[in-house]
């Protein structure tokens, strides 16, 4: 801190003020005012301005040394040397100008400081409301879910029960014709009562059923009657008309769009009438490109009947199966069967292997092998009797 000292009465300028007995007049030494005599202390500076560094320390030291007796002529030579106005030009705007940059300082850094701190809990507070969000977001997905889960498990008893009456007939028809055809194997009867059941217990049909039933020469009878018997308890059980009943066995050699056209006519106008059963005996014997019209009447997605079903009967061309034979092997046994028998031959359209192909996919859903029965290959069946 610089004192001012003036040129009139005072040692040339830069110099030290001398007192009478020649010691210099130190700067840190106290500084009276000549109104009153009194002291300038620094104790009247606000507490705020009180940071002034190492020179202030000193000086305080100094102020200390005066107060307890210090040595009055050098004040009293002060005091004509230093006027008030200069006292007070000098030393308070020097006093004032550091204290405030440095509490400006400390205020800034304490602003700082409580702003940092004041972010920290709206960080946290931020995650806890967007794992609120998530949370109750969860919550509501489940809801939907469980909600979806218990309406669509409600309506399915309800369409059990309505169709009630037709399963509980066509499972008690269905085991009278079982008791008629003993000697099948029990796989025949499994599956096929499986796949109508399951048809009559929808309500929204996607494709019709589809029953393939396969037997050698000595089987002829008692697969045409087992398959006429399987239909009628369908129809029966869902009170609806006799099922359509095609012949192919006579239609060999006519010509093949009079066929399918025929064919067509007969299932359209039965499923139209009512009836929701079709059997077709002989399908070997059908003009192969006749076949092509099951297409439409058989398709897994496109079918025109999706809630009726369709029995196919194939007479192979063997004298008898072999005992217990095997659901794949009869079904290895029909299509190679039917791709020599629809392979084109001398006065006869046959059909290419891809059409085939794409003509077993959709009809050979299941194959099943009849084992004849006596009593019906030598007296026929007692539906033909009636």
Not at 212 to 234: D, H, K, P, S, V
Not at 284 to 293: A, G, M, R, V
Request: glycine share 6%; charged share 25%.
């Amino acid at each position: 801190m610089g004192w001012y000292i003036s040129e009139s009465s005072g040692p040339e300028r830069g110099e030290r003020a001398q007192t009478g007995d020649g010691s210099r007049l130190s700067p840190n030494k106290r500084v009276t005012d000549g109104v009153d005599s009194s002291p300038v202390r620094r104790d009247h500076i606000p507490k705020d301005e009180v940071d002034f560094g190492r020179a202030d320390t000193k000086t305080s030291d100094s102020e200390g040394d005066v107060g307890a007796g210090g040595d009055s002529p050098i004040c009293s030579r002060t005091r004509s040397r230093f006027s008030s106005d200069q006292v007070l030009l000098h030393t308070q705007p020097s006093l004032s100008r550091r204290p405030l940059r440095s509490i400006k300082g400390r205020k800034d850094g304490d602003a700082s400081l409580q702003t940092k701190a004041d972010h920290r809990p709206v960080t946290s507070g931020t995650t806890d409301a967007s794992n609120k969000k998530v949370a109750l977001i969860m919550a509501l997905v489940v809801m939907v879910c469980l909600i979806m889960f218990l309406f669509v498990r409600n309506e399915s008893p309800a369409v059990t029960v309505g169709e009630a009456t037709a399963l509980t007939a066509f499972s008690s028809q269905f085991d009278q014709v079982e008791a008629l055809f003993n000697g099948q194997q029990p796989v025949l009867w499994r599956r096929s009562k499986i796949t109508l059941r399951n048809h009559i217990n929808l309500t929204r049909h996607m494709k019709p059923a589809i029953l393939m039933f396969a037997a050698a020469w000595n089987g002829e009878q008692t697969m045409r009657c087992l398959a006429n018997q399987i239909a009628g308890a369908y129809t029966s059980a869902l009170n609806a008309t006799s099922a359509v009943e095609i012949d192919a066995s006579d239609r060999s050699r006519q010509n093949s769009d009079a066929v399918k056209l025929e064919v067509d006519t007969l299932l359209s106008s039965g499923f139209e009438k009512g009836s929701k059963a079709a059997v077709v005996h002989h399908f070997q014997d059908l003009p192969p490109p006749s076949t092509l019209i099951f297409y439409k009447y058989c398709d897994h997605e496109n079918a025109a009947y999706k809630d009726v079903a369709l029995l196919i009967t194939i007479l192979l061309d063997e004298e008898m199966l072999p005992a217990g034979v095997s659901l794949g092997a009869v079904e290895v046994k029909v299509r190679d069967f039917l791709k020599r028998k629809f392979a084109a031959s001398q006065g006869r359209e046959g059909m290419d292997t891809d059409k085939l192909s794409g003509l077993w996919s959709r009809i050979a859903h299941v194959v099943l092998p009849v084992v004849p029965v006596r009593e019906i290959e030598e007296r026929g069946c007692k539906e033909d009797g009636q």
